[in-house]
């Protein structure tokens, strides 16, 4: 394994650096052996298998699926807990949520994956101290994490686990990403698909002539407003 990550570990190009060798090991397999190279990828952490909270956002995330595949995105989640459990907490969301997960569902059992994301309260902050240590620890953060074709991390999202996350808003990300991929824009504030754009400001006005031919407005030199390209 430390061989395999020596080899890709350029090629790959991670740059987040809270990560250990060991987010990167299992983020090396899974990229390698769960999407292929013209893919992204959304990567997202559940606190525990049977959270109401987390049940609906991978029924949800199972709804959508036919939107990231459109996208060409592989969608991987990881939860704390074992195999036979997640087999079990599957078939509740698929019944709760009337879906069918066919993504994978990464175990996580001590809980070392989602440390590294800096997932877990420190000890006694949320529980009463009569509590086990074990169960002491309450996860407080759920992340979502896209990695683009070249395996870069593109966005990180965090938020508590009591927040359902909402997976439209993943898409549109997404959408942003995948159109500056190929145009060198940027999108507005609660910009949509099909909604004009703004023109990066490394470009200039002679090569934006060129580069934008369905015209441009440039109401200020850095400020140019300009209709979507369309994503090759």
């Known amino acids: 394994?430390?061989?395999?990550?020596a080899q890709h570990a350029a090629g790959f190009g991670f740059f987040f650096s809270t990560l250990t060798f060991l987010m990167l090991t299992i983020f090396?397999?899974?990229l390698a052996r769960l999407i292929d190279s013209t893919q992204f990828a959304v990567v997202m952490t559940f606190s525990r298998d049977f959270d109401p909270v987390a049940t609906t956002e991978l029924g949800m995330i199972a709804k959508l699926q036919q939107e990231f595949e459109d996208r060409n995105v592989s969608i991987i989640a990881v939860s704390k807990d074992n195999k036979s459990t997640h087999r079990a907490w599957i078939e509740c969301i698929e019944e709760l949520q009337d879906c069918k997960i066919s993504f994978p569902l990464i175990c996580d059992v001590d809980g070392s994956v989602l440390r590294e994301f800096d997932a877990y309260a420190k000890p006694n902050d949320c529980c009463e101290q009569s509590e086990p240590k074990q169960q002491n620890e309450l996860l407080l953060i759920g992340s979502v994490?896209?990695?683009?074709?070249?395996?870069?991390i593109k966005y990180i999202l965090k938020c508590p686990s009591t927040i359902g996350r909402n997976f439209y808003e993943i898409l549109r990300v997404i959408d942003s990403l995948q159109l500056s991929m190929f145009?060198?824009?940027a999108t507005p504030a609660n910009w949509m698909q099909g909604e004009d754009v703004l023109i990066q400001?490394?470009?200039s006005s002679v090569a934006a002539q060129s580069m934008f031919t369905k015209g441009f407005v440039a109401i200020k030199e850095w400020f140019r407003i300009t209709p979507q390209p369309d994503i090759l």
């Open 201 to 203: 400001n490394t470009v």
């Open 1 to 5: 394994m430390e061989r395999f990550v």
């Open 28 to 30: 090396f397999l899974l």
């Open 145 to 152: 994490v896209i990695i683009d074709v070249d395996k870069r």
């Open 183 to 185: 145009h060198r824009v």
